[in-house]
């Protein structure tokens, strides 16, 4: 268990939206197709920000709502797998956008579990002494890395970002994280990809580059086996959270809400039953937004708190699966 509290939400949403019906006039779908097969009707891309700036005013929300001033954030970790830069990362950008001059930065790519990995390393840094508040802000433009010749996939994702900061609990605050289970299927990698820059340089030959370790043949853009990604999620986003629950030693029907990876409805709904839990404690916001890879999680908490849904004391479940494969579960008390 960490001592660790929530104290500010954020996101941001991109203000274009693209319906299942403007879908069907690129690829030959329809919005029956979708909505029965991923319970999704609508889904927010980039109206051209960067990944950058949406992941600074979804910080700028959460320091907002969080009463602190930025010089006070210690750490700056970005969630995500559509930068726009190799280098420098998004999270000194965003250092730079907020003048959060007092915290180290750095970005991770643990693909849709991006946010359960960071809310875990963010734990234990604030176990760490001197460290006290801690960002995470998770953003990504989808978009960039989507075949929208491909319905099988093009249908399924969309653009966004929120943040989060992280403080030490105080004594005699009920806020703490109880558990998290981490883990990875290295095995399952071919599952779901998107190739980076090829290499390309004056002094090797053709014929001594390697091939593609996964035979993926579409560049930058999404390759996805549904029915194995369709598998791993479920069992997945399962058996971390019943394994979550155990280690923190409460049960399945301690939880107020289990909120996860905003993939698809069949997912969330083959896990529940799995988990034989009630489904209304599920979150589902997939209808309105997509996919959006490690920003799904807190988005949906932040809606949460910003209508008042999720109160203090109450305990909640999380599970991100993605690409990796990775996939992790995180039980906190709010």
Not at 92 to 99: F, K, M, T, V
Not at 111 to 118: M, Q
Not at 140 to 161: H, M, P
Request: charge should be negative; aromatic fraction near 8%; hydrophobic fraction near 45%.
């Amino acid at each position: 268990m960490f001592d660790l509290k929530i104290i500010g939400t954020g996101s941001f949403i991109p203000e274009t939206l693209v319906t299942n019906e403007m879908m069907a006039t690129i690829v030959d779908t329809n919005d029956e197709w979708i909505t029965s097969r991923t319970g999704i009707s609508n889904r927010r891309l980039s109206s051209g920000e960067p990944t950058w700036y949406m992941g600074a005013e979804a910080a700028r929300k959460a320091l907002a709502a969080s009463g602190i001033d930025a010089l006070a954030i210690d750490m700056i970790v970005v969630t995500t797998i559509t930068p726009d830069y190799y280098t420098p990362s998004t999270a000194c950008i965003i250092q730079d956008e907020l003048g959060a001059k007092n915290a180290f930065c750095f970005d991770m790519n643990a693909a849709c579990t991006g946010f359960v990995y960071a809310l875990d390393m963010a734990g234990r840094y604030l176990s760490t002494p001197g460290i006290n508040n801690i960002l995470i802000v998770a953003s990504e433009n989808i978009s960039k890395i989507v075949d929208y010749s491909d319905r099988s996939t093009c249908v399924l994702f969309g653009d966004g970002a929120s943040a989060a900061i992280v403080s030490r609990a105080q004594p005699g605050d009920s806020s703490a994280l109880l558990s998290t289970v981490l883990g990875a299927e290295g095995d399952g990698g071919g599952f779901l990809v998107s190739r980076a820059l090829d290499l390309k340089h004056p002094f090797v030959a053709d014929d001594k580059i390697w091939p593609d370790r996964f035979n993926h043949t579409a560049g930058h853009f999404i390759g996805m086996a549904g029915q194995d990604v369709y598998k791993f999620a479920v069992r997945s986003m399962s058996d971390s959270i019943m394994k979550a629950a155990e280690k923190a030693n409460i049960g399945m029907d301690e939880l107020h809400y289990i909120v996860p990876h905003q993939a698809n409805s069949r997912i969330v709904e083959a896990a529940a039953r799995r988990m034989k839990v009630d489904p209304a404690i599920l979150i589902q916001r997939m209808q309105d937004f997509g996919n959006t890879s490690s920003a799904s999680i807190p988005i949906c908490l932040d809606e949460m708190i910003r209508e008042g849904k999720l109160k203090r004391g109450d305990k909640v479940a999380i599970s991100g699966f993605g690409g990796g494969l990775t996939y992790g579960a995180a039980i906190f008390v709010y």
